[in-house]
């Protein structure tokens, strides 16, 4: 199994525009986490979806950031319009079942808002 | 208080000592703890999962937990350049569910040769 997919790897914008990352999941995991991880607040969770349903988004920074899930395969992650704070590393994770404690990560996406 | 406290280092250490990591927490509802280790540039990979207190050993590797004291550690034995990374305690008070991770912010530890 190639593990979670996530791209791009990196990723430079300019603040005000839109951002969309994108993971794909270990196949047969129904559950899904988007992390971000920033030296100053270290890995928080942003929202889990399980099954394809968004279970828990309330840690999502702001309207700003949407989340989606189309299909066990695939899920995306926006920010409209995008700033220099939400520079940070965005992980995609997935577990079997509903089991945090055994969710694998993706290598990252690297964020840079100019 | 942060839920969970972790010495963000960095820790430097010749090759085949003993390295010994450590995270202080509040929540006394956790009960899972895990260790993960992240390499540069890659996304965390979970090494050792600890239900309530107790010892954990994995090869080179062992994970305490003393609920009591609210603190748990992660023991690397004969330490390998290989081990080169950033470790991040992180603990939950439910496997599943909505019930969130939390997450030290890690610290980093070279292994010199």
């Known amino acids: 199994d190639a593990g979670v997919i996530q791209s791009p790897r990196h990723e430079v914008t300019e603040m005000g525009q839109e951002v969309t990352l994108r993971c794909k999941p270990i196949?047969?995991?129904?559950?899904l986490f988007w992390y971000r991880q920033t030296m100053m607040r270290g890995l928080e969770l942003l929202i889990y979806?399980?099954?394809?349903?968004?279970?828990?988004d309330s840690g999502m920074p702001e309207d700003r950031f949407s989340a989606k899930m189309p299909n066990a395969s695939f899920s995306t992650l926006k920010i409209q319009p995008s700033e220099p704070r939400d520079s940070a590393v965005y992980f995609c994770?997935?577990?079997?079942?509903?089991?945090?404690?055994?969710?694998?990560f993706g290598q990252g996406t690297r964020l840079t808002v100019v | 208080q942060k839920e969970v406290e972790q010495d963000p280092g960095p820790l430097s250490v010749p090759e085949g000592a003993i390295v010994s990591l450590n995270c202080t927490y509040s929540?006394?509802?956790?009960?899972?703890f895990m260790w993960y280790r992240q390499y540069s540039r890659k996304g965390p990979e979970l090494l050792m999962y600890?239900?309530?207190?107790g010892n954990k050993e994995d090869g080179r590797f062992t994970a305490q937990v003393d609920k009591s004291s609210k603190y748990i550690s992660l023991f690397i034995r004969d330490s390998q350049p290989s081990d080169s990374a950033t470790y991040l305690c992180?603990?939950?008070?439910?496997?599943?569910?909505?019930?969130?991770?939390?997450f030290g912010k890690g610290m980093k530890l070279t292994v010199n040769p």
């Open positions: 600890t239900y309530s207190s």
């Open positions: 992180a603990m939950s008070a439910s496997r599943g569910g909505s019930e969130k991770l939390v």
């Open positions: 196949s047969g995991h129904n559950s």
């Open positions: 929540n006394s509802a956790f009960q899972y």
């Open positions: 994770a997935s577990s079997f079942g509903v089991l945090n404690t055994e969710a694998f």
């Open positions: 979806f399980n099954n394809n349903v968004p279970i828990d």
